[in-house]
Structures are given as structure tokens and as C-alpha cells.
């Protein structure tokens, strides 16, 4: 049960190829925002919070002193954790989970997979994004306003596009089975 509710946030190693096409589209910027939230969930709920309450139980003294900074403190250490989650993901799968949930994929203006190089300059460029202007605002006004390329596309020479990723589990099984024999049969080719 619990695998079915987590197929639609799980990254493969194999990436869906992208709708290159679909790069300057309203919806994909949209559906990128969904994306963020999700993110921003997981680093802040799942992530975050976890070590926050270890911290408090093991040096509540010092804890107790912080009384109401706990919490922006706590939004100062999840920029440069969602930065980090988001480098990692995107470099290893083309995709965070947000993006996965929402048919995203990251990669290079040409449509090739995203490079570690192009993963870290798309996400060190999320504090210039964040400088003075909340993000949102930031995000939204750029992408809307242009081809749907924030910042850290620009820099990186990467975009973001919907993935053809299969709709249901069955497909993708499929799809991972086939792909499997093929190269087996390649293999034994070449033997």
C-alpha cells in the first residue's frame, strides 16, 4: 500500500525523455510551483523538523533560550538544505520528487540529461532568486514573462519540461522490463 502512495514522488535512474517543446508552456510553470511546495514540504517536514526536535530533546537548555527564533532560524536552515536536496536530485535523476509528482524534468536547453555542473549552478542561483524578493514573486514574474526560465536556467544552460513518463505503475513496469531484455540482448550480441 504504502509503495503505491509513494510511485508518484519516486525518481528511477532511468529518466522519461523530455517534451523539449514544452519548455516556455504556462502550465509547466505552474505545475513547477506545485513542484517547489512539495519540495519545500519534504526538506521542511520529513527533513528539517526530524533533526529540530532531536536538537531540542538533546540541548534543551540552549533550545529553551532560542524561545520564538526557533522558527525563523529553523527557515534559515532550509534554504541551503533545499538547495542541497535539489542539487542532489536533479544532478542523480533529472527530477526532485516534486517534480516527479508533477511530470517534470530537468535538462540541458538540448534536451540531453542534466550535468552535475549545470544541477549546481541552477541551484546556487536560488539565493540570487531569493535576494530581497520573495521567491514567488521572483519565480512567477520571470517565468511568465519570458520562455519560463528562471535565474539558474539561464546560467546553467538548462530548462524544464514535462516528462513522458508513464501515467500508471503497469506501464513503467512494462517499460523497465523491456528495456532490461534489450540491453540483455545486446549483450549477448557483442559475446
Known amino acids: 500500500m504504502i509503495d503505491w502512495k509513494l510511485d508518484g514522488f519516486l525518481p528511477t535512474q532511468r529518466q522519461p525523455a523530455p517534451k523539449v517543446e514544452t519548455a516556455g508552456?504556462?502550465?509547466?510553470?505552474?505545475?513547477?510551483?506545485?513542484?517547489?511546495?512539495i519540495d519545500l514540504f519534504v526538506c521542511y517536514v520529513l527533513l528539517e523538523f526530524p533533526l529540530i526536535y532531536v536538537a531540542s530533546v538533546l540541548f534543551s537548555g540552549p533550545y529553551e533560550a532560542l524561545g520564538g527564533a526557533v522558527v525563523p532560524l529553523s527557515l534559515l536552515v532550509l534554504l541551503p538544505l533545499y538547495v542541497t536536496y535539489s542539487f542532489t536530485f536533479e544532478w542523480r535523476y533529472g527530477r526532485t520528487p516534486g517534480k516527479v509528482n508533477r511530470g517534470l524534468l530537468v535538462v540541458m536547453a538540448d534536451g540531453s540529461?542534466?550535468?552535475?555542473?549545470?544541477?549546481?549552478?541552477?541551484?546556487?542561483?536560488?539565493?540570487v532568486d531569493l535576494l530581497g524578493v520573495p521567491p514567488l514573486v521572483?519565480?512567477?514574474?520571470?517565468?511568465?514573462?519570458?520562455?519560463?526560465?528562471?535565474?539558474?536556467?539561464?546560467?546553467?544552460?538548462?530548462?524544464?519540461?514535462?516528462s513522458t513518463a508513464p501515467a500508471d505503475l503497469e506501464t513503467a513496469v512494462t517499460a523497465d522490463a523491456d528495456t532490461s531484455a534489450?540491453?540483455?540482448?545486446?549483450?549477448?550480441?557483442?559475446?
Open 25 to 37: 508552456d504556462r502550465d509547466v510553470v505552474l505545475a513547477r510551483t506545485g513542484a517547489a511546495a
Open 113 to 127: 540529461q542534466c550535468t552535475l555542473r549545470a544541477s549546481a549552478v541552477r541551484n546556487l542561483c536560488r539565493y
Open 138 to 162: 521572483v519565480g512567477l514574474g520571470v517565468a511568465l514573462a519570458t520562455d519560463g526560465r528562471r535565474v539558474g536556467d539561464r546560467a546553467a544552460g538548462t530548462i524544464v519540461v514535462r
Open 182 to 191: 534489450a540491453a540483455r540482448a545486446s549483450g549477448d550480441e557483442k559475446n
